[in-house]
Nanobody, 128 residues
């Protein structure tokens, strides 16, 4: 059974850093695209960053470019989201999601959130 478990969230001051982890089980990342998404109170869920294990292509939302980095560790079957220079507006519940690699570009998958398996989320709060 495919399962995704997020961890690494917490409270951090503006300008600080956090690294989120998404541990996958029941499948290997090799043939999957993985995405990080977030949802702030009163807002719709949005795609933050996605990566395709097929060709290594990545996507970042404009709001996080240059601050967030997505990466994978195949040995640990885990995807990370390194978040630097955090801002108050980054406060949200962060979710990871997975779906098989296809002909759909990872950017399209991320923007339209066409992922079928989701984790439970981890809270990130950026506040002084």
């Amino acid at each position: 059974q495919l399962q995704l478990v997020e961890s690494g969230g917490g409270l951090v001051q503006p300008g600080g850093s956090l690294r989120l982890s998404c541990a996958a089980s029941g499948f290997t990342l090799e043939y999957y695209a993985i995405g990080w998404f977030r949802q702030a109170p009163g807002s719709e869920r949005e795609g933050v960053s996605c990566i395709s294990s097929g060709d290594g292509s990545t996507y970042y939302a404009d709001s996080v470019k240059g601050r967030f980095t997505i990466s994978t560790d195949s040995a640990k079957n885990t995807v990370y989201l390194q978040m630097n220079s955090l801002k108050a507006e980054d406060t949200a519940v962060y979710y990871c999601a997975a779906d098989r690699v296809s002909l759909t570009p990872v950017q399209t998958m991320c923007v339209f959130m066409t992922f079928r398996s989701w984790g439970q989320g981890t809270q990130v709060t950026v506040s002084s």
